[in-house]
């Protein structure tokens, strides 16, 4: 089995494992002097792992004789068929401008907000080949209080220049435990964050069946090896479809629709989405969403987003201060070059008014708004129009500060066969008493309420897709005074909608969704 394990935590592959396996790769799990948050399960696991974008790395830090070779899923589909030359070009820029440095500062925002510094963040990820799911040397993890007993570990996760947040939560149980729902790298930082709250990890919870949550479920499971582990139905891996235990993951049991016999169910609701149709390529679209009864949370991983202001705090302020800039940038760079949906002049002549003797500069802070405005465009998109790039203002605005289904999944996921599954069981969701929302991704937890879930799903229950693809609602109040106005629904904008939109008909045509 070492022969398919890197020969250094450099990450360089030994012959046997090559890089270019598209069908499947090997594991390598190695034995290491078992501490207590550093156990293995077994002394010596081989686990062929298939892939769809052909190479995982993963290692822990200082640990090679660990370092896995894992496959992912077709989670990145939509963005490899959109954006194959913009990915290339910007992973390479991005890796060029930070020229693989490591940060040596982590900032951890407590329940007061005060930032501390910390360090161990190494944790080799190579995932996604040829599309790169970052970062790929190391992670920096923000913890946050949210409430009485509940906490948030997010990290980076990026794509090329595009980064969102990743977000793991950890209840305290009335039994004095942890319930950890969507476990992100266990970077040494991060295990160190989670220790210092001093309490055991009883339960570890797989939430989706999306390759980016589930990853790190085996490693973070060997650092606690007396929690038990619990997944959704329906796991899945492309082109083979093999078991979890083949990628590292040793479940005890699966999640169920309203299950009262789970170990926390006197604290925590669950509801199950989980089609019966599976989509093309095996696709599963599983998901459950938990309920905190005594902060009244709802707790989900991909099914809904709240798109902030402001960036979230583990986000690099000097990657979105270079995206806010009109030159040098190559995201704009590759949308005049390639006129994407004829926006080329747009872009080129917002880079020479830059250098125009009359301009002034923008501030830093502008840079960075502008930036994050455009990273949540292209992360939620894929590819928006160009002009909404140049100028993001009122593309941000229509997708900001409210609940929506994430125009992706809404797009390649939720909107063909399983629409009526979706909406059954966002109707059920909705019985909750719900005060605010915590998703994985973007904000969280943000008030929120069944009338935020039932108005974000409303979009699926249209009978004709292109309803919801008009211009989406402005900022201007009705004038019709409380309580007799309401929220507009969610609508996208068709033109940075375009390229999902395109898809989606492929996709339906071929049957696949």
Not at 39 to 45: E, L, N, S
Not at 124 to 152: A, M, Q
């Amino acid at each position: 089995a070492r022969r398919f394990a890197m020969s250094s935590s450099s990450g360089t592959l030994l012959p046997g494992a090559p890089a270019a396996a598209s069908s499947l790769t090997l594991r390598a799990l190695g034995t290491t002097s078992p501490t207590q948050h550093q156990p293995v399960r077994a002394p010596c696991t081989l686990q062929p792992v298939p892939v769809t974008s052909p190479v995982i790395l993963a290692a822990l830090p200082g640990q090679p004789e660990r370092a896995s070779v894992i496959g992912d899923s077709p989670a990145l589909l939509a963005s490899g068929l959109a954006a194959t030359c913009l990915t290339a070009a910007a992973t390479a820029s991005r890796g060029r401008r930070r020229n693989w440095r490591r940060r040596a500062a982590v900032k951890t925002l407590g329940a007061e907000g005060q930032l501390t510094k910390s360090g161990g963040q190494g944790y080799v990820n190579l995932t996604g080949f040829p599309f790169p799911l970052g970062p790929i040397f190391e992670r920096r993890t923000v913890r946050r209080e949210v409430g009485d007993g509940i906490w948030t570990f997010e990290q980076e996760q990026s794509l090329a220049n595009i980064s969102v947040n990743v977000r793991m939560t950890a209840i305290r149980l009335d039994c004095g435990g942890l319930w950890v729902h969507n476990p992100v790298a266990p970077t040494e930082e991060c295990m160190q964050l989670l220790r210092e709250l001093d309490l055991p990890v009883r339960y570890i919870v797989l939430g989706s069946a999306q390759y980016e949550h589930k990853i790190f479920v085996g490693p973070f499971s060997r650092r606690w090896p007396e929690a038990k582990v619990y997944i959704v139905p329906q796991q899945w891996s492309w082109p083979f479809d093999l078991p979890s235990q083949l990628y590292g993951i040793f479940a005890d049991g699966e999640l169920k629709d309203g299950d009262l016999d789970t170990p926390w169910a006197q604290e925590i609701d669950q509801k199950l989405l989980c089609p019966e149709q599976r989509l093309g390529f095996g696709y599963s679209a599983a998901e459950c969403a938990f309920f905190h009864r005594k902060s009244k949370t709802m707790i989900c991983t991909d099914a809904l987003v709240y798109v902030p202001e402001e960036p979230p705090a583990v986000l690099d302020r000097n990657d979105l201060t270079y995206l806010g800039q009109n030159r040098d940038n190559i995201v704009l760079d590759l949308v005049a070059l390639t006129n994407w949906r004829g926006s080329g002049e747009v872009v080129r002549e917002a880079q020479r008014s830059d250098v125009a003797p009359a301009s002034s500069p923008a501030s830093e802070a502008d840079l960075m708004r502008k930036g994050w405005q455009r990273d949540a465009l292209l992360a939620l998109y894929f590819g928006p129009d160009g002009r909404s790039i140049v100028e993001p203002e009122e593309a941000f605005r229509a997708i900001s500060g409210r609940w929506l289904v994430g125009p992706v999944c809404y797009s390649l996921v939720y909107s063909g066969l399983i629409r009526q599954d979706v909406c059954d069981w966002a109707d059920r969701i909705c019985e909750w008493d719900i005060q605010q929302i915590l998703p994985c991704h973007f904000a969280g937890p943000v008030r929120g309420n069944s009338d935020d879930v039932r108005r974000a799903f409303e979009v699926l229950k249209k009978a004709d897709d292109k309803e919801n693809e008009t211009q989406a609602p402005s900022d201007t109040p009705m004038w019709l005074p409380w309580p007799f106005s309401q929220p507009e629904p969610i609508k996208y904008r068709p033109q940075d909608i375009q390229l999902l939109s395109d898809l989606r008909g492929i996709l339906k045509t071929l049957r696949v969704i």
